[in-house]
């Protein structure tokens, strides 16, 4: 025998009723959804003019400040004269390029507009493998386009358009699709956690961003100071974390390190006694117990300046000795 649902049943109510949406979504949905319709209003494109009004370069960029600070990639505005800016309400407006930083692949615009939202960053630091990654974009005029996956990788380094290796890289399989380079990409709370600006073509998976906690920092020098005045010494490395025993053993002043994964051809560190494997502790009595603390601690005032290393060299401590020049554009 059949029965039939008839009109009063609880199934049938709940279609012919119009139960609230938000009930037919489970968590992540809601997740997603709430995190997409907040950062959108942030969310910008970008057209970059060059040579008398010929288009040049596009893609996103993202609200940081009421006062209409925008952050985008260097290589989305790279090669243009001018930039305007689309929101998502559709006004277009030109946009003032305060500053670029080709080494981090971050340009910094200003654009004067009312009642704009902003985005706010996260802490990179705290980022675990594994978590939720949203990224949101407004490529070609399409509005705006999500995509989500989870924080794939850590510490992953990357070589900018510039050719110069970009440290602190977040790798993640939420998809970058065309135009959407200097987009974020976001938490769960809606938090900035990278700045989106890379797909490697034809691989499956494999997108990435800058970390959130280099990018602000790389914003706020050029806010205050026009540009990013940059100690080099010419080393890719990575964060990784160092063993309690040897922690205890050698009394290290913190639990990480920057693990130099690469040394550039024609770098100070080519001229050191600094090595591929070597794990450096210090700069200077300083600990660097990460990519973001090794950038702050090599700055303009190190520049032309012979400074001591501190590294780690087969579970023993050596001082390496190198005078950093100035990372030029």
């Known amino acids: 025998m059949f029965s039939f649902l008839t009109d009063d049943s609880p199934i049938a109510t709940a279609n012919t009723n119009g139960t609230d949406d938000g009930q037919l979504l489970d968590s992540y949905s809601r997740t997603v959804t709430r995190v997409a319709k907040e950062a959108s209003e ?26 209409g600070f925008v952050i985008t990639n260097h290589h989305v505005i790279s090669r243009t004269d001018q930039v305007s800016i689309t ?22 615009l200003q654009v004067h507009a009312e009642g704009v939202r902003k985005l706010s960053f996260g802490n990179s630091a705290a980022l675990q493998v594994g978590q939720i990654a949203i990224a949101v974009g407004n490529p070609f005029g399409f509005q705006y386009t999500v995509t989500t996956g989870v924080v794939s990788a850590l510490g992953r380094t990357l070589r900018s358009e510039s050719g110069r290796l970009i440290d602190d890289v977040i790798q993640t399989d939420a998809a970058l699709n065309p135009g959407n380079s200097g987009g974020p990409l976001l938490d769960s709370n809606g938090k900035v956690i990278g700045m989106n600006t890379a797909l490697i073509r034809g691989a499956q998976g494999l997108c990435f961003a800058v970390a959130s906690n280099l990018v602000e920092y790389v914003v706020g020098k050029i806010i205050l100071e026009g540009k990013l005045r940059r100690a080099y010494i010419g080393i890719a490395g990575q964060t990784v ?28 560190a080519s001229r050191s006694g600094l090595r591929k494997g070597d794990i450096i502790l210090a700069v200077e009595g300083h600990a660097t117990s990460s990519i973001d603390t090794m950038h702050r601690l090599l700055d303009g005032e190190s520049i032309g300046k012979r400074i001591a290393l501190s590294v780690l060299r087969n579970q023993s401590i050596e001082v390496v000795h190198l005078v950093p020049v100035e990372l030029g554009d």
């Not at 160092?242 to 994964?261: E, N, T």
């Open 241 to 268: 974390p160092l063993h309690k025993r040897l922690i205890d053993a050698l009394k290290l002043p913190a639990k990480s390190g920057v693990f130099v994964q690469q040394i550039e051809g024609l770098g100070p």
């Open 42 to 67: 942030a969310v910008v494109q970008i057209q970059g003019v060059a040579n008398g009004g010929q288009p040049a370069g596009g893609g996103s960029g993202f609200i940081i400040s009421s006062d």
């Open 87 to 108: 929101l998502q309400d559709g006004r277009s407006m030109p946009a003032k390029i305060i500053g670029t930083d080709a080494s981090t692949d971050v340009a910094v």
